[in-house]
């Protein structure tokens, strides 16, 4: 089965620091994992995919994520964050290889940019 | 390349009437999915559809239907409506790479009064 957790529903950062989102995951077959961004009254958009290439995958904005097999996780990283990176993002794993067309999300990760 | 639309954007109900919303996939995408998300229970898979057949569908009661046309839009429906669907309704369809990635339109934003 495919899951994925989500530490932390609320992140706050201030301009210009580090920004690192944890997701973790669980999967019974090789994952691909996604990172979504949400902005309010929006749909998801696609910060940035891994499909078993490399561990290391640099997205849209600036972000990036490594894929740490030993840990099962996929945390998402921005060395610097900027105001406009304020949304909700969402860290999913797809169903497709277990035969299900559809991504399984966590609960979401709000984060809050400070001046 | 267009992304995927959906209509309407917002729109407002009563208890107890139902709602009709339509996807618009990318062109070329064959599988649509839908998913409801509210702020208590997140992104719940609702149902998807592939060559106008359903696929693969959640947990969700049957007042939730959809189907899709030869076209490859998708409507979904929800009859008798409680407060509880006030949601966003979000589409997506699925990329031909084989990653499962989904490309997501900006949703329907339904309220139920």
């Known amino acids: 089965a495919q899951s994925v957790t989500q530490l932390g529903s609320h992140v706050s950062v201030s301009e210009g620091a580090l920004v690192l989102l944890r997701c973790n995951y669980s999967?019974?077959?090789?994952?691909?994992l996604f990172w979504y961004v949400q902005y309010p009254n929006q749909g998801l958009q696609l910060l940035l995919k891994?499909?078993?290439?490399?561990?290391l995958v640099k997205g849209i904005n600036g972000f990036e994520a490594e894929f740490k097999k030993s840990e099962t996780s996929f945390h998402l990283t921005k060395p610097s964050a900027h105001m406009s990176d304020a949304a909700e993002y969402f860290c999913?794993?797809?169903?497709?290889?277990?035969?299900?067309?559809?991504?399984?999300f966590g609960t979401g990760t709000r984060l809050t940019v400070i001046p | 390349k267009a992304g995927v639309t959906q209509t309407p954007r917002y729109l407002i109900k009563t208890r107890g009437q139902q709602v009709t919303l339509s996807c618009s996939p990318i062109?070329?995408?064959?599988?649509v999915s839908w998913y409801q998300q509210t702020p208590g229970q997140g992104l719940q898979f609702l149902f998807e559809?592939?060559?106008?057949?359903?696929?693969n569908k959640g947990n969700f009661p049957g007042r939730f239907s959809g189907r899709q046309f030869s076209n490859s839009r998708s409507e979904m429906n929800v009859s008798t409506l409680e407060l509880g669907d006030s949601a966003l309704y979000l589409c997506?369809?699925?990329?031909?790479?084989?990653?499962?990635?989904?490309?997501f339109g900006e949703g329907s934003r339904l309220t139920v009064l």
């Open positions: 999913a794993v797809s169903g497709l290889l277990a035969g299900a067309n559809n991504l399984f």
């Open positions: 999967s019974s077959v090789p994952p691909y």
């Open positions: 891994y499909t078993s290439a490399a561990t």
């Open positions: 062109s070329g995408h064959r599988s």
């Open positions: 559809y592939f060559s106008e057949t359903q696929r």
């Open positions: 997506a369809s699925l990329t031909s790479d084989n990653t499962g990635e989904l490309f």
